[in-house]
């Protein structure tokens, strides 16, 4: 009898694993769902947090994606079940309502939420800050246009989502959102024009400085055209930009500065026997291995670690004035040929699309383009604004971390020590970011990334048999190759 009643204890734990099956219409916050239809697009449970939901989302995408056979309706109620359940106030909603009239439009606020969780979306907001490219871009763009221009560009952005056109950014209402939104600087006679004097400037080998200030000229030129009212909103516009720049450089400094400060504050700084540097080497570790997930998350990784590195490196060499001060000499020149490489292939991609775009656009008119080309040539598009947006995203975080490195590593009164010992925590921590590498098998989620790393092998081709050096490599290790081009 013992043995009977033994073998029947484990009988309640049996009924353990159906718990969760029974609380999936409940949502995180402990309330009843009203409708589970989008939650059950994404194959995800009605508390599924915002990590699960990106990862269901591309996963879903992808699978149901017209390229690979999938129904295009399905594809798109997926793309309109993430763009709700994504957003915090969208998603109580929901959970309360139910599902109500599909918008099925994009317009240029959407379009910047949307571009912001592109990149890295909240997981980087410590270590870079929010993005302010397309939001800059948007509202420079609002002030600049007429009324007519305005509801001109809505209504295409709206019709252009509306009709989800599968070759658009594969894989990813996201993209095409950001795609839609990096078009309003293009039309911009200004920015275009700026943009050119910049070229000419980078390619006449001019310094980051004067590459700066040829766009600046070129751009107050063109501002001449503009009225008192708009110049004023411009100016008032650019303050406010300094503003929110300075403020994002303290906020992003005072967090390194916490970040490393395990490192910093370590019986033996960077030794391999020192057990606090053990400890926050593999935190840091496993923390990189979560943010790689992200979108673009190896891509940001990787443009973080090399300016770590780089600012790292230049402070340790400057201070040790090895050589006479030459080591610190050429890391600081070293530094600036980073800036100038950055900047000419920001602007470079920014003026290929524009190029394809009024390219496209005459081929169109006349009519001359097969269908099976065009839809060939609208994904080619799309991915050359993929690498334009992701090459100006990757210049503003640099940008912005080199004046946070500056600011956590020139603390006026802070003792030498101190700030040695925060430049060896920021150079390791860069090798770090640096060594981050996709996972094996990653590459149907990593799919925009793979878009960004094809477009930039055929912009490497292409200059170099435009220089008729013959020969080129395209990228063989995905989008995280293209980080650096």
Sequence with gaps: MADAASTSTPAPAAAAPTEPTAARDISRDG?????????????????????????????????????????????????????????????????????????????????????????????????????????????????????????????QMKAEHKKANPTDAPASVDATAAASAAKTDLPSEATTAGDEAARKAAEAGATSEEIAEAKKKEDARQKQKLTPEQKAKLEELEKEKEENERKRVEELAEKLKERIRPFVDARKPGDKDDSQTQIFERKMKEEAEDLKLESFGVELLHAIGNIYVMKATTWIKTKKHSFLGFGGFMSRMKERGAVVKETWGMLGSALNVKASMDELARRQEKGEIPEDELRALEQDMSGKMLLATWRGTRFEISGILRQVCDKVLNEKGVNDKVLFNRAQAILFLGMIYKSVQPDEGDDERRELERLVADAAGKNKKKGKKDKKVGGSTTPTTGAAASAST
């Design 31 to 155: 309330a009843k769902i009203a409708d589970m239809e989008y939650y059950d697009l994404l194959g995800v449970r009605g508390d599924a947090s915002d990590l699960d939901l990106k990862k269901a989302y591309r996963k879903a995408a992808i699978k149901n994606h017209p390229d690979k056979g999938g129904d295009e309706e399905t594809f798109k109620m997926i793309g309109e079940a993430y763009r709700v359940l994504s957003d915090n106030h969208l998603r109580a909603d929901y959970d309360k309502y139910g599902k109500k009239k599909p918008t099925d439009e994009v317009g240029l606020k959407e379009a910047t939420d949307m571009f912001g969780s592109l990149f890295g979306g909240e997981r980087f907001m410590d270590l870079i800050g929010e993005i302010s490219l397309i939001k800059d871009f948007g509202k420079a763009s609002e002030i600049m246009m007429t009324e007519e221009e305005k509801e001109e560009l809505e209504a």
